[in-house]
Structures are given as structure tokens and as C-alpha cells.
């Protein structure tokens, strides 16, 4: 690579030679130390790479050994100098252009990240950002394995981090941990308390005492299986407590309400919309054209385009299309049986939502009612489900003492 880049800057020329003593003439070249390298056979002739000084040594040799030499193509920085020697503007640009170049792809200018399921991307280069890992900053100036750890440390869901730089993006891969599961500790002594207020349609101990039965109306707190086992006989008087484990289903009344206007208000776009575009360079935002004057009833659509030179390589500028719909807000009466309908669909969709997907619909029946242009919607729903929950026995009674017989 080095030896290429040195011959490029010092330039070299592809060499033909043709005749019938090229071997002669390639040997008297190297007794002479001639250099020349990237020999090739083409048909009868031979095609080298040597520099113009090497060249001009290979014309004396080429002459006794009755060869015909060529120059083929010169290549390098001097003959592009050469070539261009007129045009130093162009020349200025070019290497202004590297440079700027250069200067660009130093800093970071967008942030992405990968991997997130229940963080937002947005939080994710907030803390970074608030750590000093954002846009605007030279890659030279961050140490990366240490914005992983930082990341890390603000954010207990993450559980491994590997930040890089793609061009001049900060590329942001990050592992989210599971949730624990919920572990049913068996060995730990509950109690089976009822969540809401029912008639009791089915009970199935497994372990425990239960205390209601089929039938038995409970109220919501209420101990429906103890975790409390009694154990009385002639030999031994104690308590044992257990994880109380029972199936449980009840009968149960919901009344749920919502409501809807018979008017609606909708937005009516006017035509006389207003597109304006600038250019940000930077945190500096130029405009071209004037905007409408923000109100209420105006709509401002803004679409960002950030220059990229490639995917990997964005920059700090960008072009802004502004959109601004103005509109009129009009209201319209709905039917009364529109309303009815999506009352019902909401209220449907709550006590399925109470109720989840074990609990059974016994009975249902909504009702409406209108006040002021407002419809209100009452859902009263007879259903069985599981009212049961396990709660934790504060305090252990001590074991009873044996008792001899006579």
C-alpha cells in the first residue's frame, strides 16, 4: 500500500516493448539497476510499469537490444498537476473538498437505535444525549464503552449494550431483560379472598379450609378458603398453615356506564394551503417564503430530509418542507342509532376487559338515555367468574402441645 501510494506521488508510466530481443533488454536494464515492477506477457510483447527516470534509462538498452518502447499511460500526481496546471481553482476545490470531507465525518450526526421492545427509541438517545453522547460531538471525544455502561446504569430494563460508529452514525444495539415471572411460592401459607362481591356457583378445594360453599353469598375481602388446616384429636391439638389452593367461580353483577354526543365536531380543510421550505445547517434554520400565522385552525404538516452522502454517512444538514392546511370546524348531528352502536361496542369491550377471557356472560342489558344532546349508555351484565386471590398469612399460630392419654 505504501510502495503504491509512493509511486503515485512521484508518478510512473505503462510501458510497451515489442521486438525480437526483449529478454536481452530486460536483463541489460536490471544489470544497469533498472527499476521497473508489474512485468506482464501479452502476446509477443511486454508491459511494465517503471518511473520517467527509469524510462529514460530503458531507451539506450531498448536500442541495442533493436526493441521498440511505448509509453502506453502516465499516471500519478505530477502529471495530473501537469495536466490541471491551468485549472488551480479546480485544483483548491478538490482539496477543499477533502478536507471539509474530512472535517464532517469526524463528528456524530444521528443516532439509532436497535433492540428496543418495551423501551422507546426516544428515551434511549435522551439519556445519552443528557450523558453528552449526541449528535455534534467528535467521535474523537467519546469513549464508548463507557456511554454502554452509562446506558446501563440509567436504565434497569437493559441488560447489555454495544454502541459503534457506522460512518458518522452512533449505532446503538442494545439487549432488553425479561420480566421476571411471577414464581407461586407453594411453601409460603395464603388465604383465598374474594375480589369482588358474588354468589358462590362452584368451589373445588385442593388444599386449605374452605369456609363458603356452593351458593354461600361473599362479600369482596371476605376469607373464602384458609390457608388455616386444624388438626384436633385425642393424640395431638395444632395448626398447620398451607398454601391454600382452591378453584373458585361466582356470579357476579356489573353495571358500567359511558357516553357520546348526539353533534360531532369535524374539521372541514379549506384549499388555500401554504407549503414553505428551509434549510437547517446545523442548529441555524434558514427559510425561503413566508408562513401562515400559527392559530387553532391551522394544520402544520413538517418533512424532514437529512443530506447523506451514503446510509452510513448523514450530515448537519438538512432540508424542511413545511405544509400548513388551514381548516373550519363544522358540527353535524349523528344518528341516534349510530350513537347506539358504538355505546354498545364500548361498554362490550370494558366488561370483557373486567371480566377477561375465563369469565362467562350470564345476562346482559343496556339501556339509553339523553340529556342535553348527550346520550348515556348503561351496561348492567349478570356474569360468573373467578373471584378468588391468594393473600399471605401475616401471623402463625403456634404448634399445640401433644397430649398424653391416660
Known amino acids: 500500500m505504501f510502495v503504491y501510494l509512493w509511486n503515485y506521488l512521484r508518478g510512473y508510466v505503462i510501458v510497451e516493448i515489442s521486438g525480437a530481443k526483449i529478454e536481452k533488454l530486460l536483463n541489460g536494464a536490471l544489470n544497469k539497476g533498472n527499476y521497473f515492477w508489474d512485468v506482464k506477457q501479452v502476446d509477443d510483447k511486454i508491459i511494465l510499469k517503471t518511473t520517467m527516470t527509469g524510462f ?15 509509453i502506453l499511460e502516465k499516471r500519478g500526481l505530477p502529471f495530473i498537476n501537469f495536466k490541471y496546471r491551468k485549472r488551480r481553482v479546480f485544483l483548491i476545490g478538490g482539496g477543499l473538498f477533502i478536507v471539509l470531507f474530512w472535517f464532517f465525518t469526524s463528528f456524530v450526526w444521528l443516532v439509532e437505535v436497535e433492540g428496543e421492545n418495551f423501551l422507546e427509541e426516544t428515551d434511549v438517545i435522551k ?35 454495544g454502541i459503534s460508529f457506522k460512518g458518522t452514525k452512533l449505532n446503538v444495539e442494545i439487549t432488553e431483560a425479561v420480566p421476571k415471572p411471577i414464581i407461586h411460592n407453594e411453601a409460603e401459607p395464603t388465604d383465598i379472598v374474594a375480589t369482588r362481591d358474588g354468589i358462590i356457583t362452584y368451589i373445588a378445594t385442593s388444599s386449605g379450609t374452605p369456609l363458603v360453599k356452593k351458593g354461600d353469598t361473599v362479600k369482596k375481602g371476605d376469607i373464602l378458603v384458609s390457608g388455616a388446616v386444624v388438626l384436633d384429636s385425642d393424640v395431638l391439638k395444632s395448626t398447620n398453615y398451607v398454601n391454600a389452593d382452591a378453584v373458585i367461580s361466582a356470579r357476579t353483577l356489573y353495571k358500567l356506564e359511558a357516553s357520546l354526543p ?19 445547517l446545523f442548529n441555524s434554520e434558514f427559510s425561503f417564503g413566508r408562513k401562515l400565522e400559527q392559530t387553532e385552525n391551522i394544520d402544520t404538516l413538517i418533512t424532514i430530509n437529512q443530506l447523506k452522502l451514503t446510509s452510513l454517512f448523514p450530515l448537519p444538514f438538512y432540508f424542511i418542507k413545511t405544509d400548513q392546511v388551514p381548516f373550519t370546524k363544522e358540527i353535524y348531528a349523528r344518528d341516534e342509532s349510530e350513537v347506539y352502536d ?31 344532546d348527550v346520550i348515556y349508555g348503561v351496561l348492567n351484565a349478570a356474569v360468573e367468574e373467578d373471584i378468588s386471590i391468594e393473600q399471605p398469612i401475616n401471623t402463625l399460630s403456634q404448634m399445640g402441645e401433644i397430649i398424653p392419654t391416660s
Not at 529514460?56 to 511505448?70: D, F, G, H, N, S
Open 127 to 161: 439519556t445519552l444525549k443528557d450523558g453528552g453522547y449526541t449528535t455534534g460531538i467528535l467521535k474523537s471525544k467519546m469513549d464508548l464503552r463507557e456511554a454502554e455502561q452509562y446506558l446501563i446504569n440509567q436504565h434497569n430494563e437493559i441488560l447489555w449494550a
Open 56 to 70: 529514460k534509462e530503458l531507451k539506450p538498452v531498448a536500442y541495442r537490444a533493436q526493441c521498440k518502447i511505448a
Open 342 to 372: 358504538k355505546l354498545e361496542g364500548a361498554l362490550n369491550d370494558i366488561l370483557l376487559q373486567k371480566i377477561g377471557q375465563n369469565g362467562k356472560v350470564l345476562k346482559k342489558e343496556i339501556s339509553y338515555n339523553t340529556v342535553d
Open 262 to 280: 348526539l353533534n360531532k365536531e369535524h374539521k372541514v380543510y379549506l384549499p388555500d394551503y401554504k407549503t414553505t421550505y428551509s434549510i437547517k
